[in-house]
């Protein structure tokens, strides 16, 4: 029965990785970042433009659109070494005005093993499309006797191209951060000692032209949660044929961060619009777990069919989010089966742990466990007065509930208010459930006193915690989704620990005495 | 060194997981088990048999059935009330009538409607929420002087753990001020161990120690003798006879004057009487079940 309870959806997911030509990707998971780009115009009239690099979807960033709101203006996208431009212009406009265009992008890290043998290049040997990299430029003065006395001062000497660029990256590294707004060319942020993303770039890339290695700026965004209006810049060096990552402000060698996204090369200004127009812009991001194949189907443009299965269930308007955790949910109350019957910690209610989990899953865990603690002190501290009192059980339970109810109604409200939006979902509390184990809390206070109560209650945290942990890991949300077959190895594993008459953990310390006989036996064995 | 560990603890303990899966559901059906979980079943038993229980006077199953049946509460100067599906002795009433109304022995004051409201909170199922239960008024059962002169407060009893008509572990359950009357090893009560062959106390186990005296008064136990303990048993292999169950604890107490007396039988009794004893269960128990 077990055999067949795993094997066959094994088979059935090992058949479908292959029928659609997934393989595993289809549950890698993935971190994909939704940015929402927010430019807003204060227009006087006449022919307006606002124009920006959008991010060119590559093996190493693909990239899907998914909103774009112009308003009144028309887009045109021009593809040049530099970027994406994009420019939205409307012929006769006036007052506020604003764009929305939001996409969703797979980045991924990249790291270059650099060749501790590659020579150094000499002037004559860079190809002629790449000469344009060694040029000296307004902000990246490369024939200022300043850069070559530096430049001079800190490259070793060597034929080996490796310690030169460690040499000048160490010392744009050595660099203090400073917010600058504005731009520092590569002298004034290596007298000031101190400068910002593009101070610091610049003087690597005078210093790397110095030494006759192309290189280039790179400008884009540090993809984190939450509102941005800051951009960022990075160098480029052309070694051993590729052009090779270094961001000297934040210490990446030969390195790109997965949440860099990259949205031109060059030394150019992010936005450009109209003179004379009011105009702020602001990125709002959101970080999430897809699966490598999504990111696959970003990138070839063909959309995804992993769930597809669900599709049904999505147009009539369940979204997957909400799909998800209901299909987690067997796996949180598995971990606390687990909990209870092979480590043999006491909770408080069976799945309780599970659904106070899952609904953490929306919340995030501190803040789950906080609305679990507030309303099982307050139902504890409602409890007795009503108990002494003398109002029946079940009118009691009534009454306890409005209160959990209008907790959790605030808690949301609060949360709202606060701007802490994914709060909002305390609202899945299972309240009914919640309500029942805040009591059983209170007359468990009462009856063992406040020592027992508050080390079930902390276990009860902890499974929570672990539920969650494993509700939480991005392959296993990945894999319901995917592969909803899976629900049958929990029962498999259900049936064999239903089963199971071994001992629990925490009673090998319960029947210690049984250890301590054992020990003093071995000791002296008469 | 931690395998042997497992294997001697697999051999010799009745851990939970064995105690449900193993030995409590094993060949029985639900059924068998509301002869253990409702008193007023246990009773219907045992009684017919010839095994002595303590008397009932009522037994409440509705909100009206109460004013009818409230003569044998009033005019009694002492009464048990209880919920027939109780659990680990809550929600018991032990009264006693003074002047004014009555009393319970921990010193709170019941007046008539208070205790009707204890008896309906019983009806509407204060234990598991949704289901009714029924109370049940008894006699209060006086304890023996053996058992007042170790300690005078609450109602003692004995545990006897049985598995198909043969006696596995026996204890007996002595209130303290901690356990405030009960006796309950949860709540403090202090469990004895009681040698199956002679009925000889033992050391007595809090959780943490053993003890061959009583907490609170300070009399030395160990090594008296339970009286009655030939009948205890007796009644024992006779519960065990008459009721479907393999395993299961028999809870006697010792009655000033009707001498031992079947308190309930428990189809899932704990496991901490191993710890009482330091002995495992499963030693005891047939080689098919481990």
């Not at chain 1, 927010?38 to 009239?45: H, N």
């Not at chain 1, 990249?110 to 590659?118: F, G, H, K, P």
């Not at chain 1, 099982?376 to 009503?386: K, Y």
């Not at chain 2, 009655?228 to 006879?241: F, G, K, L, Q, Y």
Request: glycine share 8%; aromatic share 8%.
């Amino acid at each position: 029965m077990q055999g067949l309870l795993v094997g066959v959806p094994l088979l059935l997911i090992g058949s479908r990785m292959v029928v659609n030509d997934t393989g595993v990707d289809a549950i890698t998971p993935q971190k994909s970042y939704e940015v929402t780009l927010q430019m807003d115009l204060e227009a006087m009239g006449g022919t307006t433009h606002a124009g920006t690099y959008l991010p060119r979807s590559t093996e190493r960033q693909p990239v899907e659109v998914r909103r774009h709101r112009p308003g009144p203006f028309e887009l045109e996208i021009a593809n040049d070494s530099r970027g994406r431009q994009a420019e939205w212009t409307a012929a006769d406009v006036s007052g506020p005005q604003r764009i929305t265009y939001a996409f969703r992008v797979w980045p991924r890290s990249v790291s270059y093993q650099l060749d501790d043998a590659q020579r150094r290049p000499s002037p004559g040997a860079v190809a002629p499309e790449r000469q344009q990299y060694l040029r000296a430029t307004d902000t990246v003065p490369v024939d200022a006797p300043y850069i070559e006395t530096l430049h001079d001062r800190l490259v070793p000497t060597t034929d080996r191209l490796l310690p030169v660029v460690r040499a000048l990256f160490e010392h744009a590294a050595s660099l203090e951060s400073a917010d600058f707004s504005g731009s520092v060319d590569a002298i004034t942020a290596d007298r000031l000692g101190r400068a910002s993303c593009n101070g610091v770039s610049r003087l690597l890339v005078a210093l790397a032209r110095t030494a006759d290695i192309p290189s280039r700026l790179v400008g884009g965004l540090i993809l984190e949660d939450g509102t941005k209006t800051t951009s960022h810049q990075w160098a480029e060096l052309y070694i051993g044929g590729h052009w090779v990552p270094f961001d000297a402000l934040n210490g990446h060698f030969a390195t790109l961060p997965a949440h860099y996204l990259e949205l031109y090369r060059g030394d150019e200004f992010l936005f450009r619009h109209t003179p004379d127009v009011g105009f702020d812009y602001q990125f709002d991001i959101e970080s999430r777990w897809t699966s490598r194949q999504e990111a696959a189907a970003a990138r070839t443009s063909t959309p995804a069919e992993t769930y597809g299965l669900w599709a049904p269930l999505v147009e009539a308007g369940l979204s997957l989010d909400l799909l998800r955790i209901l299909l987690l949910l067997p796996f949180g109350a598995s971990i606390v089966v687990f909990f209870r019957n092979v480590v043999g910690l006491e909770t408080y209610g069976t799945f309780l742990p599970a659904l106070i989990a899952s609904a953490c899953l929306a919340t995030g865990l501190e803040w789950g466990l906080l609305a679990f603690l507030t309303v099982t002190l307050t139902v504890a501290a409602l409890h007795v007065p009503l108990e002494r009192a003398g109002v029946l059980h079940t009118p009691r339970f009534a009454i306890l509930m409005v209160f959990v109810v209008i907790q959790l109604l605030l808690l949301t409200a609060l949360s709202v208010q606060a701007g802490w939006v994914n709060l909002s979902y305390f609202i899945l509390f299972p309240v009914v459930i919640l309500t029942s184990t805040a009591e059983r809390f209170a007359s468990h206070l009462m009856e063992d006193g406040p020592i027992k109560a508050a080390k079930v209650t902390l276990m009860t945290g902890v499974v929570i915690a672990c539920s969650y942990a494993v509700m939480n890991l991005p392959v296993v949300g990945l894999t319901v989704l995917a592969f909803p077959e899976v629900l049958f190895l929990l029962v498999a594993f259900n049936l064999w620990l239903g089963r199971w008459v071994g001992i629990r953990l925490t009673e090998y310390a319960r029947f210690r005495w049984l250890i301590d006989r054992q020990t003093t036996y071995a000791a002296d064995p008469r | 060194m931690l395998q042997t560990l497992a294997e001697i603890f697999h051999r010799q303990v009745l851990g939970m997981n064995r105690r449900n899966a193993g030995v409590i559901y094993r060949n029985h059906t639900r059924r068998d088990f509301t002869v253990a979980d409702d008193k007023v079943a246990t009773k219907e038993v045992l009684e017919p048999a010839g095994i002595p229980v303590p008397q009932t006077h009522a037994v409440l199953g509705e909100i009206r059935s109460i004013g009818p049946h409230w003569s044998c509460i009033a005019e009694r100067s002492n009464v048990v009330i209880k919920p027939t599906k109780g659990r680990a002795g809550n929600n018991i009433l032990v009264l006693e009538r003074t002047d004014a109304g009555w009393r319970t022995p921990a010193g709170r004051h019941y007046d008539a409607a208070a205790i009707q409201r204890h008896i309906a909170d019983i009806i509407y199922g204060t234990q598991s929420y949704g289901a009714w239960d029924r109370a049940i008024v008894e006699a209060r059962v006086v304890a023996h002087p053996f058992f007042r002169g170790i300690y005078d407060g609450g109602l003692p009893d004995v545990r006897v753990i049985a598995h198909e008509d043969e006696l596995l572990l026996a204890m007996s359950r002595i209130p303290t001020a901690a356990s405030d009357g009960k006796a309950n090893l949860h709540q403090g009560a202090l469990g004895v161990r009681i040698d199956l062959e002679t009925g000889e106390l033992g050391a007595g186990y809090d959780y943490r120690q053993y003890h061959p005296e009583h907490p609170d008064s300070g009399v030395h136990f160990a090594g008296r003798t339970v009286p009655h303990w030939d009948a205890m048993r007796a009644i024992s292999h006779a519960v065990c006879e008459q009721v479907p169950l393999d395993y299961l604890g028999i809870d006697i107490v010792l009655d000033e004057t009707r001498g031992p007396l079947v308190m309930e039988i428990n189809a899932r009794p704990g496991l901490e009487i191993q710890n009482v004893n330091q002995q495992g269960l499963l030693e005891k128990l047939p080689p098919a079940l481990s």
